[in-house]
């Protein structure tokens, strides 16, 4: 009796160990998942916390980008046109002093000097891009493709080929494909550009077909459209063509167009000697 008592109290004891280390098991892996879920949620929580603060910072990178941009369009505008600074100050004050003027004699001061303020932000930003605008015109005016540069930065459906037609004397001619048809613009002076014109219109007349068709020639002298009043004489034109026409027209034209280089025909000769004649 006392062999089995003391066997059953063994293996009773044994029994309660082996629980014992069961749950101490139990309460290991628990604490350890408890350790190891606090340690993955830290990365991820530091993760969410750095997005706003990347965020941010690419928000602050960006505002000193464009006040640098800013700054250096105002100092190349400033040195060809001196006076950008006073007229845009100008078109600042004049709604100001107007808003004050009626606060004082008319309604409340608080009311009508943010509308002025407001006001007068808005004029000065316009004036001050009409003057870039115009500084950027005169630095581009008399150079060979500055009408293509207008085109290609009108807003809109403005489908530009440019040089379709060129001379020795880099006289140039650019087709655009609109809603308003077909639009030729000529860049030279004297003769070339008129000629280069009267050449286009000869060989893509029969591909328009009926669809409406003009032409311009960029320059300063008679019957010459200046390049500043380039991108508000095409905003002008009417529109007569759908977009599924003016598809159709642009495939066309660039079925049959080739660029045309002043190269000279003929075969070249090969044995050219220093001083240009051939032998």
């Known amino acids: ?14 029994a309660k160990n082996g629980g014992a280390g069961n749950g101490g098991a139990k309460s290991g892996a628990k604490t350890g998942s408890k350790a190891g879920s606090g340690k993955a949620d830290q990365p991820e929580k530091a993760g969410r916390a750095s ?29 060809r046109d001196p006076q950008v600074l006073w007229l845009s100050l100008l078109g600042l004050a004049v709604p100001v002093v107007i808003g004050v003027l009626l606060g004082v004699f008319v309604g409340p001061l608080y009311v009508w000097l943010p509308i002025a303020i407001l006001l007068g ?5 316009n004036v001050f891009s009409r003057r870039v605008q115009k500084t950027a015109y005169a630095e581009m005016e008399g150079k060979p493709g500055a009408a293509a540069g207008v085109v ?7 489908r530009l ?14 087709r655009v494909v609109c809603r308003a048809g ?22 893509i007349r029969k591909i328009v077909g009926e669809a409406p068709m003009v032409d311009y020639i960029v320059g300063n002298g008679e019957g010459e459209i200046p390049l500043p009043k380039l991108q508000s004489t095409l905003m002008r034109l ?4 759908r977009k599924r026409d003016v598809d159709a027209l642009e495939r066309r034209l660039r079925a049959v167009s080739s660029p045309v280089l002043p190269i000279p025909k003929g075969p070249i000769p090969r044995n050219i000697p220093r001083g240009g004649r051939p032998r």
């Open 51 to 79: 997005g706003p603060a990347s965020g941010g910072d690419a928000a602050g990178a960006g505002a000193p980008g464009r006040l640098a941009q800013i700054r250096m369009v105002y100092k190349i505008t400033r040195q």
């Open 238 to 241: 009417r529109r007569e063509l």
């Open 182 to 203: 077909v639009v030729l613009i000529a860049e030279g002076r004297g003769r070339g550009p008129r000629e280069l014109l009267a050449a286009e219109k000869r060989r």
């Open 152 to 158: 290609e930065r009108m807003r809109g459906d403005w």
């Open 121 to 125: 932000i808005v004029v000065a930003l």
């Open 161 to 174: 080929t440019p040089a379709v037609g060129v001379n020795r004397h880099q006289d140039v001619v650019h």
């Open 1 to 14: 009796m006392a062999g089995r008592s003391d066997g059953a109290g063994r293996s009773g004891g044994a």
